[in-house]
């Protein structure tokens, strides 16, 4: 019959198997040097709040695992304890001495004052390679949280298969080797107040009040 519209019948298991494909959520994966970060804010005089820092990856990009990678030091368990109670999933990497037995003769006055600080490295960089090839079929986007131009093979890997999402450096200091990828730069200093560390005061400490008179 004409003028008559036609009625239009789907698959009702198609159509929501196309929407599932559609709105299928991204992974996004964080992978943090905490050495090149932690010491690098360090030097600006001021401290991440490592709670507010993950709070700030998931609100800001989405982040639903976070690896931070860090030198292990067996008097610091309780902070890789705090940090993984914090949301980090902690790669620990083995640390070595980095002091180098020297005479008296030949320290300074200032290495001597410091002369019972432990110089420890970690030599993070190929352990958070190793975890970002390792985890790549799992993730959509990689964010990169160094800035460590020891990671520039693996930024310009991840750039050419499409799942470079960001390079999150400490400061303007980052290596000259990200340059090319300054679109994907963003400098965690510049969000000083939102991720700062800061003590909140103890009621106890208080002055007590003056009665009214």
């Given at each position: 019959?004409?003028?008559?519209?036609?009625?239009?019948?789907?698959?009702?298991?198609?159509?929501?198997e196309?929407?599932?494909?559609?709105?299928?959520?991204?992974?996004?994966?964080?992978?943090i040097?905490?050495?090149?970060l932690?010491?690098?804010?360090?030097n600006?005089?001021?401290?991440?709040?490592?709670?507010?820092?993950r709070?700030f990856?998931?609100?800001?990009?989405?982040v639903?695992?976070?690896?931070?990678?860090?030198?292990?030091?067996?008097e610091f368990?309780?902070?890789?304890?705090?940090?993984?109670?914090?949301?980090?999933?902690?790669v620990?990497?083995?640390?070595?001495?980095?002091?180098?037995p020297?005479?008296?003769?030949?320290?300074?006055?200032?290495?001597?004052a410091?002369?019972?600080?432990?110089?420890?490295?970690g030599?993070?960089?190929?352990?958070?390679?190793?975890?970002?090839?390792?985890e790549?079929?799992?993730y959509?986007?990689?964010?990169?949280?160094?800035?460590?131009?020891?990671?520039?093979?693996?930024?310009?890997?991840?750039e050419?298969?499409?799942?470079?999402?960001?390079?999150?450096?400490?400061s303007?200091?980052?290596?000259?080797?990200?340059?090319?990828?300054?679109s994907?730069?963003?400098?965690?200093?510049?969000?000083?107040?939102?991720l700062?560390?800061?003590?909140?005061?103890?009621?106890?400490?208080?002055?007590?009040?003056?009665?009214?008179?």
């Amino acid at each position: 019959m004409q003028g008559k519209k036609r009625r239009k019948f789907y698959d009702k298991n198609v159509i929501v198997e196309t929407n599932m494909r559609r709105k299928k959520p991204q992974n996004v994966y964080a992978f943090i040097d905490n050495q090149n970060l932690n010491a690098t804010i360090q030097n600006l005089g001021w401290k991440i709040d490592w709670r507010k820092f993950r709070k700030f990856l998931s609100d800001k990009y989405k982040v639903n695992q976070a690896f931070m990678f860090i030198g292990y030091v067996p008097e610091f368990e309780d902070m890789y304890e705090y940090l993984h109670d914090a949301g980090f999933n902690i790669v620990l990497k083995q640390t070595y001495d980095m002091t180098k037995p020297r005479s008296d003769e030949e320290k300074s006055e200032e290495e001597k004052a410091a002369e019972k600080e432990r110089h420890i490295k970690g030599n993070v960089d190929t352990e958070l390679v190793l975890w970002a090839m390792k985890e790549l079929p799992n993730y959509s986007k990689a964010i990169l949280v160094s800035g460590d131009g020891d990671f520039y093979s693996l930024v310009e890997y991840l750039e050419e298969q499409g799942k470079l999402a960001k390079i999150l450096t400490p400061s303007w200091q980052y290596s000259g080797l990200f340059n090319r990828f300054e679109s994907y730069i963003v400098r965690i200093d510049k969000c000083r107040h939102e991720l700062e560390y800061r003590k909140r005061p103890n009621p106890h400490n208080q002055p007590a009040k003056k009665p009214q008179e």
